[in-house]
């Protein structure tokens, strides 16, 4: 006789698992999730405290002139736990989504992102914060005078354009005031779409440009966003501000980005007035992905290569044609917006 029986107790292996009682007398958490086979698909338009504004279908549904997009009011279904969602992120959306006034539905899905806007605090902050998800287009908002231009903030946000996929756009306001001549002059070998306007100018060109895409609006506060912004959406009052006559610098105006309709078509993206814009999510060489003519030379280059160095081989890429006519043009004004990222200055602008 075994001693296991001698003793009156039995043996035990692997699978004799004993499970303490819950006090809350829940069940154990399963792995499966609901898969949410009758969820609707949704777009975010607007983020407030746990409260998610949604709509019905995508970005780039058609949508008549006159009709404007039923709104939903939602929050994260537990399931998702941590992960963010943000304005242009589309997701599967459950529960009343009647729209009504006490209504409230569950997003119970975010769906893979195609592009996300990112930034951080400033060039030594690691944490990454995605402004908008989704976006076809950077639209970067400067004045030409009241406040003054600042050149480093535009090339930081066309770094970040380049660096999300975004096609980049440049809206020069109050040329009444200020000639464009010098400031277009920097940026044109880089084949940046650039729209000139003054206060009386018709907007024809600009919706023609922005029509069926999700656009974001970047810009320094007192720029003029807002108010193009309201030229653009009729009814969406955003709130505007005045340049302080002593330091320049416009008031923000802007509390929080949200998605503004376009009639027609499309959406923007209306964002906080900016004062910086971090980097330090961004290297060099995601920047010149963005430039086809020039990735072949980087196999050329030191390790670790900023592209602004003497020794990069960008330099004799371009003196041997590889880069086409107006190489040398591109690869200086490419290194300016670069050397954006190799100075860590992350300057005021607002």
């Known amino acids: 006789m075994s001693s296991a029986r001698s003793t009156g107790r039995r043996e035990l292996d692997e699978d004799d698992v004993r499970v303490r009682p819950s006090r809350t007398k829940s069940r ?9 086979s009758d969820s609707r698909p949704g777009f975010v338009v607007g983020v407030d405290r746990g409260r998610f504004t949604c709509v019905e279908g995508d970005s780039h549904d058609e949508r008549p002139n006159d009709v404007e997009p039923k709104r939903l009011m939602a929050v994260k279904s537990r399931e998702l736990g941590r992960k963010g969602v943000v304005v242009g992120d589309r997701v599967a959306l459950v529960g009343d989504l009647t729209g009504a006034p006490d209504a409230l539905a569950r997003i119970v899905r975010v769906e893979t992102r195609a592009t996300t806007l990112r930034r951080t605090a400033d060039d030594t902050d690691p944490v990454e914060r995605v402004i908008v998800a989704n976006a076809d287009r950077l639209a970067v908002v400067v004045s030409l005078a009241e406040p003054a231009p600042q050149p480093r903030l535009i090339d930081r946000a066309l770094v970040a354009a380049f660096d999300a996929g ?33 206060r009386a100018s018709d907007l024809t060109e600009l919706r023609s440009i922005l029509r069926d895409d999700l656009s974001v609006f970047l810009g320094s506060s007192g720029v003029g966003k807002s ?6 959406v009729p009814g969406a009052f955003r709130a505007t501000g005045r340049v302080n006559d002593t330091t320049g610098r416009g008031r923000h105006t802007s509390t929080s980005a949200v998605a503004l309709p376009l009639p027609g078509g499309g959406w923007i993206v209306d964002t906080p ?43 004799a890429w371009v003196a041997d044609g590889h880069a086409g006519t107006g190489g040398a043009e591109r690869l200086a004004s490419l290194r300016r917006v670069l050397d954006s990222l190799r100075s860590g200055v992350d300057e005021q602008s607002g």
């Open 273 to 315: 007035g900016l004062r910086s814009f971090g980097l330090a999510h961004v290297s060099a060489e995601k920047v010149i992905d963005a430039f086809p003519e020039f990735v072949g030379g980087t196999t050329h280059c030191p390790r670790a290569c900023s592209h602004v160095e003497e020794e990069c081989g960008l330099d």
């Open 166 to 198: 975004l096609a980049p756009l440049l809206v020069l306001t109050k040329s009444d005031l200020a000639s464009p001549a010098a400031l277009l002059a920097d940026y044109l070998a880089l084949d940046v779409d650039t729209v000139v306007l003054d």
């Open 227 to 232: 108010t193009l912004v309201n030229a653009l």
């Open 28 to 36: 154990p958490r399963s792995k499966d999730r609901p898969q949410h």
